[in-house]
């Protein structure tokens, strides 16, 4: 990741939660379903200054398959999310949630 990588997704933590950034370290997350690969990369680590709850922010960007789309995950390290591996899990979670309520009202 460059650095301006590093400062699309810190302007996307601070947008998102309304607080500044630092960044602190990144995190290599490897996460299966069903014994396929669902995520493999980098979760960046921000220290947050100015929000009212949480001090961690996890931050990852990633591209829709097939697509040039770029969509930005910012998951506060609030209970039950502990560690870059359960905001990669949350994200996954959240995700397949909605997919599901689409398509029973599709």
Sequence with gaps: MTKADFEVLKKAV??????EASFLS???????FD???????GVSLFALTGH????????WSAEAPGSSHV???AVLHLAPVES???AVRA???????AANSAAMTG
């Design 84 to 86: 870059s591996r359960d």
């Design 26 to 32: 990144t995190e290599h997350v490897r996460e299966s």
């Design 14 to 19: 601070e947008d998102l939660h309304d607080c």
């Design 52 to 59: 009212p709850a949480a001090t961690i922010c996890y931050a």
């Design 71 to 73: 969509t930005f995950y």
């Design 35 to 41: 014994g396929k690969p669902v995520w493999d990369g």
């Design 91 to 97: 994200s996954l979670a959240l995700r397949s949630r």
